[in-house]
Structures are given as C-alpha cells and as structure tokens.
C-alpha cells in the first residue's frame, strides 16, 4: 500500500500548525499594535529614541550588557488601597461604614481615621473586598478612589511599578529581553537614576559609585587624556581612591555617551490600558472626577453611586 499521500499530509498538518502558532497567532495579536496617547496630554508611547540613544544600544548589545542584565519587569498579581480623599460632612454613617470596612476597630479609631482623609482606608486587598468598601462608602459627599497596585518581586525590588507588556518592545529591535539577572533589571533604570555623570562613573569603574560592586568595568569606553590648563568639561570627577595620576584626566567617549543615551531612554514607568500602574490619591481640592484615568481601577464620588441599588 502507498502511504507517501498520508505521510505528507502529516508532516505538512504538523508544520503548517506550528508555523501557525508562532507566526500567524502572535501577528494576529500584536501585528497592528502602534504608538498610544498615553496620560491626559497627548505623550505618545513608546517614543522613539534618539540617534545617540540607538547607538547607545548597539553599544550595549555588542558589550554583552544583557548577558546581565534583564529587560523585563515581572508582575505575580493586583491588590487594592482603599482610599478615602475626603470625609464629606457625615461623619456619623461614615464611622459606621469604617467599622464595617474595617472590623475590629473601635469608633474612636475610626473617627481617628476619618479626620486624617486622605487615607488609605485598607490597602492590598482583593477586588471583592474594595468592592465591598465601596458600597460601604456610597456615602452623599464622601469621596474615596480605589487605587490599583501590581504587585510581585520585581515590583518590590523597585525595578518598576508595573508588568512589562508587548506595547513597551514595539521599536525593540533587536529584543535584549536578558535571560539572567546578575544585576538588576534595566527597564526602567532611566526613571531610577536620572544622572548621566553617576551612569557614567559606573560604567568607568562601577565600584566608585557601588561598594563592592562585581560588575566588570568598562574602561575602554573612556580616554585618558593629558588634562590642559583646565580639565575638559566632561571629565570624569573620579573620588580621591580612584584618582588618576596628575596632570591626566578621564574622559568618556562618544560609544560611552551613546550607551549611557541609551540607559537614560530606558523609561516604561508608563500606565497602559493593558498595564496599569498606582496611582497617588487626588487631593480633594482638585475634585475626584470618575474613571479619567486608566490607572485608577475606579474613580468614585458618592454622587456618582447614588444610582446604585441598595
Ligand atoms: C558580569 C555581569 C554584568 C555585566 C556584563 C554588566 N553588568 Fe551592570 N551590573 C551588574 C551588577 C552585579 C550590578 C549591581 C551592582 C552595581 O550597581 O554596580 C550592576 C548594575 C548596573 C547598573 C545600575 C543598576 C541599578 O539598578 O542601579 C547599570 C545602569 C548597569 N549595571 C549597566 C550595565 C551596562 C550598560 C552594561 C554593559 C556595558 C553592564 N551593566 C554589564 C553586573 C553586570
């Protein structure tokens, strides 16, 4: 019996399914993904870096950066803050409404609680307990938010206040996503630290700025230089420990100025539909207005839930 037909339609079944599965499928669902409005202006995300800054991540890819260092904030979860922003003037349903949320306080402690608004009411909890909150606090003037918070180990660490997502790689090319985390994660290392002279200090000798640092020192991307009558405007300010010799001075090239370009371009503290990110409690003064932003999981005035059923 011939069996070629069977056996061919095998092989191609079995290839046409995983061309399917990792072409066709995640074009499906990222192909058409572009620029965002982002926050109430009208900031684009993610912006597109500058010459330098793309320079500066060739710099780091030819360096094996990211056989260190990761690009990618990890997330295991959302909790809530229950925040009230302001007591209103009935303090006597919204003590009752604090003993409720909060059972196992006194009504001193929670008068206590109402005169400090804004306060978080209960933070990290589940989405049924904030819910629960907030029909408790369905109260005429007062005003709460209920904030959302990502949580896991990179968001302690303070690598970043939200999960990474497909939207912060779009003009990644090439992904340095990193497999190893030696030292700290880079996503957002131009939101931690602002400063180019201290990036470029640490690259120079990380130890200067780090005690004990085990990264490798990346001292052929500076020069030394005989320093003229004045040192050059850009010279490294070495401390006295690491001092070179008189008369010369550190200067950082132009590869060393791109690639601290491109650390400073590593930013995704941005709040996305898809990755939200907390949010600090509007003061009541502003006026709490419902749901403007994504990043707020719901943004209530006890007029806006007057409608709600009881
Ligand atoms: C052998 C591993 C290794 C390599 C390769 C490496 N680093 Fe590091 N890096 C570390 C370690 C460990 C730390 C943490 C200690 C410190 O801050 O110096 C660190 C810290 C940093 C920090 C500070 C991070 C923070 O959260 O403050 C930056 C920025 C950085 N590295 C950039 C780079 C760049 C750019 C390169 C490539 C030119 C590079 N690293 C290569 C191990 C490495």
């Not at 880079?186 to 640490?202: F, W």
């Not at 020069?223 to 550190?250: H, M, N, T, W």
């Not at 939200?276 to 009541?284: D, N, R």
């Amino acid at each position: 019996m011939n069996h070629g037909p069977l056996i061919f339609l095998g092989i191609f079944l079995a290839l046409a399914a995983s061309w399917y599965g990792t072409v066709v499928a995640p074009l499906l669902q990222f192909g058409h993904q572009q620029q965002v409005t982002v926050g109430a202006g009208s900031t684009r995300y993610p912006a597109a870096r500058s010459g330098q800054a793309q320079r500066g991540k060739d710099v780091y890819r030819a360096n094996g950066c990211f056989y260190c260092h990761t690009s990618q904030v990890r997330q295991s979860g959302v909790k809530f803050d229950v925040v009230l922003v302001s007591a209103g003037t009935n303090k006597a349903d919204l003590i009752s409404a604090a003993l409720l949320i909060k059972p196992g306080i006194t009504a001193d402690e929670a008068r206590k609680l109402i005169e400090q608004a804004p306060k978080p009411l209960l933070q990290g909890v589940t989405r049924p307990k904030a819910d629960a909150a907030a029909k408790a606090l369905a109260i005429p003037d007062v005003k709460f938010e209920i904030i959302l918070v990502p949580v896991g180990g990179d968001v302690e660490r303070g690598w970043g206040s939200r999960v990474s997502v497909a939207q912060d790689y779009l003009y990644e090319q090439p992904l340095m996503l990193g497999n190893q985390r030696i030292g700290p994660d880079l996503t957002t290392i131009g939101a931690r630290q602002r400063s180019a002279a201290s990036h470029l200090l640490h690259l120079y000798n990380p130890q200067a700025t780090v005690k004990g640092s085990t990264m490798p020192p990346y001292r052929f991307l500076f020069e030394k230089r005989k320093a003229g009558p004045r040192p050059s405007p850009d010279a490294l300010q070495l401390p006295a420990e690491y001092a070179v010799e008189k008369g010369f001075e550190i200067v950082p090239t132009e590869k060393a100025h791109a690639l601290v370009a491109y650390l400073l371009s590593l930013d995704t503290q941005m709040a996305l539909f898809e990755a939200p990110m907390p949010t600090a409690p509007k003061q009541p003064e502003l006026g709490a207005s419902t749901n403007q932003t994504s990043t707020a999981a719901s943004t209530n005035t006890a007029a806006a839930n007057q409608p709600a059923p009881k």
